[in-house]
């Protein structure tokens, strides 16, 4: 997936698009806005945040 959201991060700057974040909604690559992304609060996933905490060294 990080490629995938890589890739397209790479293609919306080409495009000309700005002032967007790259993400996965239901496994499929979206362009959303920085206004509506600061907007919605997610709770983190504890699973992923430990694992990240593990492989940080």
Do not use: T, W, Y
């Given at each position: 997936?990080?490629?995938?959201?890589?890739?397209?991060?790479?293609?919306?700057?080409?495009?000309?698009q700005?002032?967007?974040?790259?993400?996965?909604?239901?496994?499929e690559?979206?362009?959303?806005?920085?206004?509506?992304?600061?907007?919605?609060?997610?709770?983190?996933?504890?699973?992923?945040?430990?694992?990240?905490d593990?492989l940080?060294?």
């Open positions: 997936n990080a490629s995938r959201l890589g890739n397209a991060a790479v293609e919306a700057l080409l495009d000309g700005q002032s967007v974040m790259v993400g996965l909604q239901s496994d690559i979206v362009l959303v806005p920085f206004r509506k992304a600061i907007k919605q609060h997610k709770r983190l996933n504890q699973h992923l945040v430990d694992i990240i593990i940080n060294v």
